[in-house]
């Protein structure tokens, strides 16, 4: 059930791979996954429970392997137990990953930072990761260090806030009525619409190798985002580097 998963080249972390013959930084669709059940929680609770949902999350993960083919990173804020995870899903016969607690994450850039770059590396280079509910203005960062897809259902899950996603800011539409009469569906399909045009952005500067403008740019669009492109640069510079051209 594994997909195959070719690194074609990289700027910066970020990547261009193929999977199924479709290029990556993509954007996934549940129902082109098939995803390994998992036991979920919150980002910030204590570590025995982090731990308890960990081994639960190992045990359903290994009980599907047969007819899953992504499985789920759990671990709550703990660095270490994300790695665990990973790697013993890793072992169980796993390559496709998605990060638990996305919409957490970019709210604590030290965590997301940490929990992104900290699984990076530790993974192997045929491992694929996917980050869910994600804004759309982190989408350039995210694939910066390293995440190769986004899940659709973001655009659903803002659409039921009835927040607006464009490529630079989310608008929350109670507060700045950009579309007054808007439905649901019609915000939804706007907001998936914007993810499909900055995965195309960011496919051509990563083909320009001009992945890092594209993130500074916007790194100016919330304070997270700021705080994340300070915060990677200032303690893992090494790792920006590694797959860094030189000119």
Same mark, same amino acid.
């Given at each position: =059930?594994?997909?195959?998963?070719?690194i074609?080249?990289?700027?910066?972390p970020?990547?261009?791979?193929?999977i199924d013959?479709?290029i990556?930084?993509k954007?996934?669709f549940?129902?082109?996954? !098939?995803i390994? %059940?998992?036991?979920?929680?919150?980002?910030?609770?204590?570590?025995?429970?982090?731990e308890?949902? &960990?081994?639960?999350t190992?045990?359903?993960?290994?009980?599907?392997?047969d007819e899953?083919?992504?499985? &789920?990173?759990?671990g709550?804020?703990?660095?270490?137990l994300?790695?665990?995870? =990973? !790697?013993?899903l890793?072992? /169980?016969?796993?390559?496709?990953?998605?990060i638990? @607690?996305?919409d957490a994450?970019?709210t604590?850039?030290?965590?997301?930072v940490e /929990?992104v770059?900290s *699984?990076? !590396?530790?993974a192997? !280079?045929?491992?694929?990761?996917?980050f869910?509910?994600?804004?759309?203005?982190?989408? %350039?960062? *995210? +694939?910066?260090?390293?995440i190769?897809?986004?899940?659709?259902?973001?655009?659903?899950?803002?659409?039921?806030l009835?927040?607006?996603? +464009?490529?630079?800011?989310?608008?929350?539409? @109670? +507060?700045?009525?950009?579309?007054?009469?808007?439905?649901?569906e019609e915000?939804?399909?706007?907001?998936l619409?914007? =993810?499909?045009f &900055?995965?195309?952005e960011i496919?051509?500067?990563?083909k320009?190798?001009?992945?890092?403008?594209? &993130?500074?740019?916007?790194?100016?669009?919330?304070?997270?985002?700021?705080?994340?492109?300070? /915060?990677?640069d200032?303690?893992? =510079?090494?790792?920006l580097l590694?797959? +860094?051209?030189?000119?």
């Open positions: =059930m594994i997909k195959k998963f070719e074609k080249s990289h700027d910066g970020g990547r261009i791979g193929k013959g479709e990556t930084p954007i996934f549940k129902d082109e996954l !098939k390994a %059940p998992s036991e979920g929680s919150a980002h910030n609770i204590d570590r025995e429970i982090a308890f949902n &960990v081994a639960e190992l045990r359903l993960a290994e009980e599907n392997v899953c083919d992504v499985a &789920v990173i759990q709550s804020k703990y660095t270490d994300r790695i665990e995870c =990973m !790697k013993k890793e072992e /169980i016969g796993y390559n496709g990953f998605i638990a @607690n996305g994450l970019l604590n850039s030290r965590d997301l /929990i770059v *699984l990076k !590396k530790e192997k !280079k045929t491992s694929y990761f996917i869910p509910f994600t804004e759309i203005s982190f989408m %350039p960062i *995210l +694939t910066y260090m390293g190769d897809g986004f899940l659709a259902d973001s655009a659903n899950y803002y659409s039921h009835n927040v607006l996603q +464009t490529p630079t800011k989310s608008y929350d539409l @109670n +507060t700045y009525p950009i579309y007054e009469d808007i439905t649901q915000l939804e399909k706007k907001n619409e914007n =993810m499909e &900055v995965i195309k496919h051509a500067h990563m320009n190798r001009s992945l890092r403008n594209l &993130v500074e740019e916007r790194s100016g669009t919330t304070p997270q985002n700021i705080s994340t492109l300070k /915060i990677l200032r303690n893992y =510079m090494d790792y590694e797959y +860094t051209q030189l000119f």
